[in-house]
């Protein structure tokens, strides 16, 4: 997620794309108050804070007039102009249609209401991790993703763009053309565990968790709630869709917020537990390109780190070998060939490992992809490491 007040400035848009509509209900969803103006022709909108403050706009109600297209320019010269955040905010959502996630945490202010540089800095590490298990959730239910389908995730959040918020809060806008099906699983998932902790404060069951995964809950999605909620008097997380995409379908117009508090947090945490105790481990057949080798003596069994190729949606996985089949992994990495190894991919520790190893052969391919594979080979010489009593790597876990 990049900061809004990262991104480079630019002239405002034309206003030929511009719908006067989702206009207006932009400046609406952003504070901007209408005050009159010529009925069925245009409104007055004027900016939030005092009455008066700031430069008013004239927004055409449609184009049905000659002069609509000469109101909107003058409304998206004054808006670029504007001093007013929510200025940026709106023009930013007009350039590229955005669905919106806000987040509030209940803190003691620093002086004259300010939020410590630390606050925001947790806030914004627990959206981003929010919006990151609603984007897994995406690839399918699970109540642990761990490594898996991550990438994939990160990248489709890519054009994420986050604005603080007065009151220490933070705005996320994600693009609905790559980031609406995240948006969509987080507003699932987030009424679900609401749902879900109240029924387990109620009852003390926790039953509701189990259901809950089919809607995008994980514990990914706990642990950020838990991020959110701690060190806070409450949270509360709201969402609105881009006004010229409308809701999606099965999903609520104007989403009601969704409220935590620190009495959540002991169902959160046993639902987290549970998520990461449950979740089986996956039997896979994987293909990777051996990167690293490691043995505490010059015979017997060993253990190498893969960086998958295919077969399983992680970057790499750690394997246990025997002798013989670290012997093939080794004269395999040598020639720059990957292998094909049969296992179950282990949830604890993330997906990152590989148990129960067998049936390691080389694959053979191309020679583009072996020169490749090669040049990797010569270029991370220092990652091969057979060597008597090395050290372990805090990367294998």
């Known amino acids: 997620m990049r900061r809004l007040d990262d991104e480079p400035g630019g002239n405002p848009p034309l206003p030929g ?86 987040w509030w945490r209940e803190v003691p202010e620093g002086p004259a209401g300010t939020a410590s540089w ?27 993703h761990g490594a898996r389908h991550r990438g994939q995730a990160l990248a489709s959040l890519e054009g994420v763009l986050v604005e603080p918020g007065s009151g220490g809060g933070l705005t996320a806008f994600v693009p609905t053309a790559t980031g609406r099906p995240a948006v969509v699983r987080l507003y699932a998932g987030l009424n679900a565990v609401r749902d879900a902790v109240d029924y387990q404060r109620t009852t003390g069951g926790m039953e509701a968790f189990d259901a809950a995964v089919r809607a995008g809950v994980s514990r990914e999605l706990t642990e950020a709630v838990v991020a959110l909620v701690h060190g806070t008097e409450g949270v509360r997380i709201a969402l609105a869709w881009a006004p010229a995409a409308g809701a999606p379908p099965g999903c609520a117009a104007r989403p009601e917020p969704v409220d935590f508090s620190p009495g959540d947090l002991p169902a959160l945490r046993a639902a987290g537990a549970r998520y990461l105790g449950d979740e089986p481990s996956l039997p896979v057949r994987i293909t990777g390109a051996v990167v690293r080798l490691r043995r505490s003596a010059p015979r017997g069994p060993g253990v190498v780190r893969l960086r998958v190729l295919a077969g399983a949606e992680v970057p790499y996985v750690r394997v246990e070998l025997d002798e013989e089949a670290y012997r093939i992994a080794g004269h395999a990495h040598l020639v720059g060939l990957p292998v094909r190894v049969v296992g179950r991919l ?41 060597a008597c009593g090395a050290e372990p790597d805090p990367a294998d876990g």
């Open 118 to 144: 630390s606050e925001q800095e947790r806030l914004r590490g627990a959206a981003h991790r929010m919006l990151l298990a609603g984007a897994l959730a995406v690839r399918g239910p699970a109540g642990y």
């Open 346 to 386: 282990e949830s604890r520790g993330g997906f990152r490992r590989l148990s129960g190893a067998g049936e390691v052969t080389p694959v053979q391919v191309d020679d583009a992809e072996r020169d490749r594979l090669m040049k990797s080979l010569q270029e991370n010489l220092d990652f091969f490491e057979e």
């Open 17 to 102: 794309p511009v719908d006067p509509a989702v206009l207006g209900a932009l400046l609406h969803r952003h504070g901007w108050r209408r005050r009159g103006g010529a009925a069925g022709r245009y409104a007055r909108w004027t900016p939030p804070g005092p009455a008066g403050s700031g430069t008013s706009l004239l927004v055409p109600e449609s184009r049905a007039y000659p002069d609509s297209d000469d109101l909107l320019g003058e409304a998206l010269t004054a808006l670029a102009r504007s001093a007013a955040p929510s200025a940026r905010e709106v023009l930013v959502s007009l350039a590229v249609p955005s669905d919106e996630v806000r």
